[in-house]
């Protein structure tokens, strides 16, 4: 077969999908979880997939060489949403935890600050607000003030502070400050690494760590003029304008997504 030319931008859905039917051996899909597979809720645990993307992913991972999750979630908290899944690798904490085969393997690097993020959880539950939401996730701690929003300066100078404290690092989010270990793993990081073979590659994201992930596509593409990449945005009203600019296409809800992918399936199928 011969090669499928790649177009030129801005892309059209129906461009991006045949230039990936024409690739699909050497294709990855990266997903986000939160605002991109399940629509964000006011309690982070309260999260689940839209029904139709574990069945979707599944099919998908059939179709591609690879389909992995990439989210701030744990594993840990991944596994229970997609226990199902067989062939959709899950990058937890940002790449932190890796599950591969059957396995979970954490950075090294990150283990030993542990102890400080359970001391971080409970400081912050006993100096911030009631009403702000301290997420205890092992390797990191999310403060949410979602469903408190007149203490988010409160709540961004307090996870500014601890971070200088204790030389953490701080991500932002959607309505959520995080802090995390100072070790150098980020999303692009792993999106980096895992197009590093690829001739293909689309990333979904909503929010403004995802950036890095379709920086991560632009940079490749810059170094590899065969390699094809495709950022996609799940837009959302208080991050979507500027991490729908950075991409290449824009879905409105997690919904649409599945929806999405759904109909990329019928195409990728027919091609092949």
């Given at each position: 077969m011969a090669e499928t030319l790649r177009p030129?931008?801005?892309?059209?859905?129906a461009d991006?999908?045949?230039?990936t039917a024409g690739r699909a051996a050497e294709t990855t899909f990266f997903f986000d979880f939160d605002g991109?597979?399940?629509?964000?809720?006011?309690?982070?645990?309260?999260?689940?997939?839209?029904?139709?993307?574990?069945?979707?992913l599944e099919q998908l991972a059939t179709a591609v060489r690879r389909v992995a999750i990439v989210s701030a979630r744990p594993v840990s908290f991944l596994r229970s949403r997609f226990a199902s899944l067989e062939r959709v690798d899950l990058y937890g904490l940002y790449?932190?935890?890796?599950?591969?085969?059957?396995?979970?393997?954490?950075?090294?690097?990150?283990?030993?600050?542990?102890?400080?993020?359970?001391?971080?959880?409970?400081r912050a539950r006993a100096e911030l607000?009631?009403?702000?939401?301290?997420?205890?996730?092992?390797l990191s701690v999310a403060l949410h003030y979602r469903t408190a929003p007149q203490h988010a300066a409160e709540v961004?100078?307090?996870?500014?502070?601890?971070a200088e404290r204790l030389g953490l690092k701080i991500q932002g989010g959607r309505m959520v400050v995080e802090l995390k270990p100072p070790v150098d793993q980020d999303k692009?990081?792993?999106?980096?690494?895992?197009?590093?073979?690829?001739?293909?590659?689309?990333?979904?994201?909503?929010?403004?760590?995802?950036?890095?992930?379709?920086?991560?596509?632009?940079?490749?593409e810059a170094v590899d003029p065969k390699f094809f990449g495709v950022a996609v945005a799940v837009a959302n009203p208080e991050t979507g304008a500027e991490v729908s600019s950075a991409a290449d296409l824009t879905l409105d809800s997690?919904?649409?997504?599945?929806?999405?992918?759904?109909d990329g399936l019928s195409r990728l199928t027919a091609k092949n």
């Open positions: 030129n931008r801005p892309l059209s859905t991006a999908w045949a230039v991109v597979l399940s629509p964000v809720t006011d309690d982070p645990d309260a999260s689940q997939p839209v029904d139709a993307v574990p069945g979707v790449g932190l935890e890796v599950w591969h085969d059957g396995a979970v393997v954490t950075e090294p690097a990150a283990l030993p600050w542990i102890p400080a993020m359970s001391d971080l959880a409970d607000p009631e009403q702000i939401l301290v997420e205890f996730k092992r961004e100078r307090w996870g500014h502070e601890q692009g990081m792993v999106i980096t690494e895992g197009v590093r073979n690829a001739g293909c590659a689309w990333y979904f994201g909503d929010d403004m760590s995802d950036i890095k992930a379709f920086d991560a596509l632009r940079a490749r997690p919904d649409a997504v599945a929806e999405f992918l759904t």
